[in-house]
T-cell receptor
């Protein structure tokens, strides 16, 4: 079974609007971390935001916020006030604490296009 | 602050040749990761090191691949002999140790490898 599922291969949004990118995960480990990365067309991987499984509040980082619904095992990324520069691939990733591993497992990604 | 530095950025070589990819992690980070990204398989972890010691190499595809970390500021990923199916973008990433596994991995710009 896939550990990280991103069901939206592509998403479109108008500039200045908000957009939600979906991510669901599968783990039996009570302690885990969830990460979102952005990959522009230039290819680099940019860390955006982190949510820990024990965090009581949803993570926020500037225009990025994470809608964390633990019971549903979802960690959706919300981008507010979209900008043209937000056009990129977005990857959700999970790190499980079990065994002390530092491995990150990535989803397949969602390609976001921001239209002017 | 300097990020993760990878070289070369691009490599084109013929099948059967030895390929060496290089990585300098962020100073002070004690974890180093090698990933491979392809359209078919997405982003895959190949191997990671902690304090220069390989911890998990279960993602290394076969014996043609090897990775070393002779010191805290340098790592190599070698492919010998190379094959066309090794064509991919190879990323190096590093991270610090977080008490609650919350430290993100910071990625280099990647090496785009093409095996003819």
């Amino acid at each position: 079974a896939q550990k990280i599922t991103q069901t939206q291969p592509g998403m479109f949004v108008q500039e200045k609007e908000a957009v939600t990118l979906d991510c669901t995960y599968d783990t039996s480990d009570p302690s885990y971390g969830l990460f979102w990365y952005k990959q522009p067309s230039s290819g680099e991987m940019i860390f955006l935001i982190y949510q820990g499984s024990y965090d009581q509040q949803n993570a926020t980082e500037g225009r990025y916020s994470l809608n964390f619904q633990k019971a549903r095992k979802s960690a959706n990324l919300v981008i507010s006030a979209s900008q043209l520069g937000d056009s990129a691939m977005y990857f959700c990733a999970m790190r499980e604490a079990q065994g002390g591993s530092e491995k990150l497992v990535f989803g397949k990604g969602t390609k976001l296009t921001v239209n002017p | 602050d300097a990020g993760v530095i990878q070289s070369p950025r691009h490599e084109v070589t013929e099948m059967g040749q030895e390929v060496t990819l290089r990585c300098k992690p962020i100073s002070g980070h004690d974890y180093l990761f090698w990933y491979r990204q392809t359209m078919m398989r997405g982003l895959e972890l190949l191997i990671y090191f902690n304090n220069n010691v390989p911890i998990d190499d279960s993602g290394m595809p076969e014996d043609r691949f090897s990775a070393k970390m002779p010191n805290a500021s340098f790592s190599t990923l070698k492919i010998q002999p190379s094959e066309p199916r090794d064509s991919a973008v190879y990323f190096c990433a590093s991270s610090a140790r977080g008490g609650h596994h919350n430290q993100p991995q910071h990625f280099g710009d990647g090496t785009r490898l093409s095996i003819l």
